[in-house]
């Protein structure tokens, strides 16, 4: 099984964003079936003192999104609420909620699944009142997005720096063409808000996402660091095999990133 650990320095229960997207090729001229993708990364976002986001994607564009709540620790009577991003180095554009753009969008809070279904155009796109305190994870999956390749030089140097080298090769035994294609993918993101007092009692849950983190278990909150465990799946299985980077954003804004296995 995929674990992933986080120590942060002394701060009770950051808030944890969890994205990853799964990219598929699709030469869509030759009407071919898509490639079976690999799964090469996801990323993982906490902040508190500091801000740190594991980054797992296939896609070969380097804009990424996660769903960010205004607030990771809220009190009793506080209203949920986050913005969908898109972005690079954890910078990047609150985007209105579509539902033309959206295929899941549900928070799993202590008494179960809440679907969500906000008006179209609204900003934060989630946003509403909570019925309980306790720890819930916001779940956001994309509808099917298409990007443009004239050549193939972009498309394997974003692979092979993400260790997926191997996509380019089965994409040539195939036939495909190495100009004018189109890779078809979605986004999948996970955030995490507590409410009211600190908790460990976690409500995180596989809920059907082609791949998807799991957030497994964190800290006690009297403990001098925060420690968290992750685990990745991939098609309902545990993915072993990944390479992740990991954002790191300290107080002034600095982003620095590191590339695990």
Known sequence: PVAAAVLLTPFH????LMSYTLSLMDVLMNKSKPTTPKISGCFVFFWGLFSVLVLLTARAS?????????????????????????????????QIYLPSR????????????????????????????PSQNGHMMLVYQSSVNYVNYTTFDKFQKFATKKGVADIADRHRERG?????????????AKASVFIGEPTTELNDEPVGMEVEFVMISAAQPDSNSQALRIRLFYQAQAE??????????????TVETATLK
């Open 102 to 129: 959206t295929e899941k969008l549900l928070a799993l809070t202590p008494s179960g699944p809440l679907e969500m279904a906000p008006r179209s155009g609204s900003q934060p796109a989630i946003d509403f009142n």
């Open 240 to 253: 072993g095999d990944a390479v992740v980077t990991l954002f790191s954003r300290a107080p002034n804004g």
């Open 62 to 94: 380097a804009h990424e999104l996660w769903v960010e709540p205004l607030e990771p620790h809220l009190q009793t009577g506080d209203r949920v609420q986050a913005h969908i991003i898109i972005g690079e180095m954890l910078v990047g554009d609150h």
């Open 176 to 188: 495909l063409p190495t100009t004018k294609f189109k890779e078809r993918y979605k986004r999948y």
């Open 13 to 16: 229960y950051p808030a944890l």
